[in-house]
C-alpha cells in the first residue's frame, strides 16, 4: 500500500523559500488558536531511520516549515537534527510539499512521500521507501530552570512591575516591547521566548523580536525555524555573527536563551586583562563561544525586549548578578 501511494506522490512542487514580498496574517499567540489551521499540525520535527540518496543508512532528521495556504518547505539532515546529530556542512537535502486531505505530499525530481503530522516517509522514484521518520518534539535543557540562590526575578507570570511598557498578558508572560527599568550587573541571564505563528509571513516580518544587553549586539529573535541560521536569523549577533548552528525550534514552541559573561582577569595595576567574553546558548547549545565585547562585567546593564512589529512572548527572565555585585 505504501509502495502504491509513494509512486502516486511523485512530482515537482516549486515553492518560492526565500525572503519576499507575501501576504501576512496577523501574529497568532496562543497555540490552541493556532490548532484551527491545519497546517499547524503538520509543520514541526521529525527524525527516525533510513536513506537520503546515494546516501548510507543512518539517523536523518527532518524540519517542515509552514509557508501558508498548505505549502511546507522541508529539509532533510543526514545524521539528525540540527544541534543534535548534524552540524554546518552536513549533507542536507531541501523538499516541498503541499497539502491534500489532510496530510501534505511531498514532491521532487527524484523523492516523493507523505507527511500526516505523526510521520514523515520519503520514497524514491521508484516508489520504494528510503525512510520512515517520527515526529518529535525537542525541549531545551534549561526550559523551566528556577533563579538560583541570589538571582534577581525580572518576570515570573505574577506582574510586569520590573519593566518600563510592560504588558502582562492573559496566559502570564511578558510581550515583547517593553524595558527592564534597572540595569543589572549580569553573569548570566536566563530567558525563556516563544515565536508567533505567522505562516504567510517572510524573512524579517515573521516573528521579529530581539534581546538588547548594553554592550553586546542584538541577540537576534525571529521565527528562522528550517533556514540556514544567517547573520540576521535567530540566535545570530545581529549583523555581526552567525550562530554555530540554527537552533531555532517550530513556532509557539517555548525556547530559552542563556548569555554568560566571562570578567577577565586584572593586570598589576588591577586593570581588566582583557574583553569580557560572552557564551551565548540557544536551547542548551553553544551558539557563540566567548564572543569579545570589551567593557567591565560589574557594569550595569540594561535588558530591552525589542518588538519589531511581532508579539513575540517572554516567561521566566532571570538575572544572575557577577560576583561581587550589590
Same mark, same amino acid.
Given at each position: 500500500? *505504501?509502495?502504491? &501511494?509513494?509512486?502516486?506522490?511523485?512530482?515537482?512542487?516549486? %515553492?518560492?523559500?526565500?525572503?519576499?514580498?507575501?501576504?501576512?496574517?496577523?501574529?497568532?499567540?496562543?497555540?490552541?488558536?493556532?490548532?484551527?489551521?491545519?497546517?499547524?499540525? &503538520?509543520?514541526?520535527?521529525?527524525? +527516525? $531511520?533510513?536513506?537520503?540518496?546515494?546516501?548510507?543508512?543512518?539517523? &536523518?532528521?527532518?524540519?517542515?516549515?509552514?509557508?501558508?495556504?498548505?505549502?511546507?518547505?522541508?529539509?532533510?539532515f543526514?545524521?539528525?537534527?540540527?544541534?543534535?546529530?548534524?552540524?554546518?556542512?552536513?549533507?542536507q537535502?531541501?523538499?516541498?510539499?503541499?497539502?491534500?486531505?489532510?496530510?501534505?505530499?511531498?514532491?521532487?525530481?527524484?523523492? #516523493?512521500?507523505?507527511?500526516?503530522?505523526?510521520? *514523515?516517509?520519503?520514497?524514491?522514484?521508484?516508489?520504494?521507501?528510503?525512510?520512515?521518520?517520527?515526529?518529535?518534539?525537542?525541549?531545551?535543557?534549561?526550559?523551566? $530552570?528556577?533563579?538560583? /540562590?541570589?538571582?534577581?526575578?525580572?518576570?515570573d507570570?505574577?506582574?510586569?512591575?520590573?519593566?518600563?511598557?510592560?504588558?502582562? =498578558?492573559?496566559?502570564?508572560?511578558?510581550?515583547?516591547?517593553?524595558?527592564?527599568?534597572?540595569?543589572?550587573?549580569?553573569?548570566?541571564?536566563?530567558?525563556?521566548l516563544?515565536?508567533?505563528?505567522?505562516?504567510? /509571513?517572510?524573512?524579517?516580518?515573521? #516573528?521579529? #523580536?530581539?534581546?538588547?544587553? =548594553?554592550?553586546?549586539?542584538?541577540?537576534?529573535?525571529?521565527? #528562522?525555524?528550517?533556514?540556514e541560521?544567517?547573520?540576521? $536569523?535567530? @540566535?545570530?549577533?545581529? +549583523?555581526?555573527?552567525?550562530?554555530?548552528?540554527?537552533?531555532?525550534?517550530?513556532?509557539l514552541?517555548?525556547?530559552?536563551?542563556?548569555?554568560?559573561?566571562?570578567?577577565p582577569?586584572?593586570?598589576? $595595576?588591577?586593570?581588566?586583562?582583557?574583553?569580557?567574553?560572552?557564551?551565548?546558548?540557544?536551547?542548551?547549545?553553544?551558539?557563540?563561544?566567548?564572543?569579545?565585547?570589551?567593557g567591565?562585567?560589574?557594569?550595569?546593564? @540594561?535588558?530591552?525586549?525589542?518588538r519589531?512589529?511581532?508579539?513575540?512572548?517572554?516567561?521566566? %527572565?532571570? &538575572?544572575?548578578?557577577?560576583?561581587?555585585?550589590?
Amino acid at each position: 500500500m *505504501l509502495r502504491t &501511494i509513494c509512486v502516486s506522490l511523485s512530482f515537482v512542487l516549486s %515553492i518560492a523559500v526565500a525572503a519576499r514580498a507575501a501576504p501576512r496574517g496577523p501574529d497568532i499567540v496562543d497555540p490552541e488558536e493556532a490548532k484551527n489551521d491545519p497546517d499547524f499540525a &503538520i509543520q514541526g520535527e521529525y527524525l +527516525g $531511520e533510513g536513506t537520503l540518496p546515494d546516501g548510507p543508512k543512518g539517523t &536523518i532528521g527532518a524540519q517542515v516549515v509552514a509557508l501558508g495556504e498548505g505549502k511546507f518547505a522541508v529539509e532533510l539532515f543526514a545524521g539528525g537534527l540540527p544541534g543534535a546529530g548534524w552540524k554546518r556542512g552536513d549533507r542536507q537535502v531541501s523538499l516541498s510539499a503541499k497539502r491534500e486531505n489532510g496530510a501534505a505530499a511531498i514532491g521532487g525530481a527524484d523523492l #516523493s512521500g507523505q507527511i500526516d503530522g505523526k510521520s *514523515l516517509t520519503l520514497c524514491d522514484a521508484a516508489g520504494k521507501v528510503l525512510a520512515k521518520l517520527s515526529r518529535t518534539e525537542r525541549k531545551s535543557p534549561t526550559l523551566g $530552570e528556577k533563579p538560583p /540562590a541570589g538571582a534577581v526575578v525580572l518576570f515570573d507570570g505574577s506582574s510586569a512591575e520590573h519593566f518600563r511598557d510592560g504588558v502582562l =498578558t492573559e496566559m502570564k508572560t511578558l510581550e515583547a516591547g517593553c524595558t527592564a527599568k534597572e540595569g543589572h550587573p549580569m553573569k548570566r541571564l536566563h530567558l525563556e521566548l516563544r515565536l508567533s505563528w505567522r505562516p504567510t /509571513a517572510r524573512g524579517q516580518g515573521r #516573528s521579529n #523580536s530581539g534581546v538588547y544587553i =548594553t554592550g553586546v549586539p542584538e541577540i537576534q529573535v525571529l521565527d #528562522s525555524f528550517g533556514l540556514e541560521g544567517r547573520r540576521n $536569523e535567530c @540566535g545570530a549577533l545581529y +549583523g555581526r555573527q552567525e550562530p554555530a548552528v540554527n537552533m531555532c525550534l517550530p513556532p509557539l514552541v517555548w525556547q530559552t536563551y542563556d548569555v554568560e559573561f566571562t570578567q577577565p582577569g586584572s593586570d598589576a $595595576e588591577g586593570k581588566p586583562s582583557g574583553p569580557v567574553l560572552v557564551t551565548v546558548r540557544h536551547n542548551g547549545v553553544v551558539v557563540h563561544d566567548k564572543y569579545q565585547v570589551g567593557g567591565k562585567l560589574g557594569d550595569a546593564r @540594561g535588558l530591552h525586549l525589542q518588538r519589531h512589529g511581532n508579539r513575540v512572548q517572554y516567561r521566566n %527572565i532571570w &538575572i544572575e548578578p557577577s560576583d561581587g555585585a550589590q
